[in-house]
């Protein structure tokens, strides 16, 4: 009965053994599972700046324009060149009339001889205690003031007379004579030959991070097809303009044509 018994238990015990070494042997024996692969990319390496570059447009300009006006206002009594004249320095510009600025140095004059009899009086008077001292320097203090308002008034006279303060060219006349100019107001741009020409331009925010004043530039221009002109970033304002919200910024040509003329469209 024992032997039956255990004749019967044995298959039992014995299968599933032989089912685990077999699945044990089937492991062992199988190929690992390829790792997974990383996609990549294949370029060429070039030499070249990291960022892209930064392409605008904008004005040529005379680097520096002034605006020539008179100190007082009044009728202009003749301008004697045109826009595109070329002056040297010193060279006489434009009057105004004289009638009224030179009565006011002749009062000035008058009243300040007046002021100098009068301290001569008065010191002669003084010393012969005729009047009190602080009479005397009353009479010095009128004298004073009398010689300012003449030194005032020949002031005025020495600019009401445009006289071209550098060597350049006329850009803009905006009076013509016997027009009542206001005092202050324009009356001739000069753009200065020794100064040089530059490209001014407007860029946004995100562009004009990436600069810095002496980044080299290209500059072509459609009135001169097919050449390049050398320049550098000679100029970046900190504050965007209040209409366009875009940053004024000056590329200065180092190479630029002699006839260059202000105001042509440069990229």
């Known amino acids: ?12 015990l014995v299968l599933p053994l032989v089912t685990l070494l077999a699945l044990a042997g089937c492991d062992a024996a199988a190929p690992p599972a390829p790792e997974k692969s990383t996609p990549v990319r294949v370029a060429q390496s070039t030499r070249g700046p ?12 005379s680097r520096d324009e002034m605006r020539l006006s008179f100190k007082l206002g009044g009728v202009v009594r003749r301008i004697a060149v045109d826009e595109g004249d070329e002056v040297r320095q010193g060279q006489r510009l434009a009057e105004i009339e004289l009638a009224e600025v ?45 010689e300012a308002a003449l030194q005032s008034a020949q002031f005025n006279l020495g600019f009401s007379t445009i006289v071209a303060p550098r060597d350049g060219v006329v850009l803009r006349r905006m009076v013509e004579e016997r027009e009542q100019v206001a005092p202050g107001a324009p ?5 200065a030959r020794d100064s040089g020409h530059v490209v001014r331009l407007g ?10 004043l002496g ?9 001169y097809p097919g050449k390049a ?22 590329v200065l040509l180092e190479s630029a044509p002699p006839s260059l003329a202000s105001g042509l469209v440069a990229k």
Do not use: C, N, Y
């Not at 009965?1 to 039992?12: A, F, G, I, N, V």
């Not at 009356?187 to 753009?191: A, E, M, N, P, S």
């Open 229 to 250: 002109f050398s320049a550098r970033v000679s100029e970046i304002s900190r504050a965007a303009d209040e209409r366009s919200r875009l940053f004024p910024v000056e």
């Open 102 to 146: 030179g009565a006011q140095v002749e009062q000035a004059r008058q009243l300040a001889a007046k002021a100098r009899r009068d301290l001569e009086r008065g010191e002669r008077l003084h010393a012969d205690q005729v009047i009190s001292l602080e009479q005397l320097q009353d009479l010095r203090t009128q004298a004073s003031v009398a």
């Open 215 to 223: 980044d080299p530039a290209e500059v072509r221009m459609d009135a």
């Open 50 to 61: 990291a960022t892209p570059p930064i392409a605008a447009t904008g004005t040529v300009a």
């Open 1 to 12: 009965m024992e032997e039956r018994s255990l004749s019967t238990l044995l298959p039992r």
């Open 187 to 191: 009356v001739l741009v000069l753009g």
């Open 203 to 212: 860029l946004a925010d995100r562009e004009v991070v990436q600069l810095k």
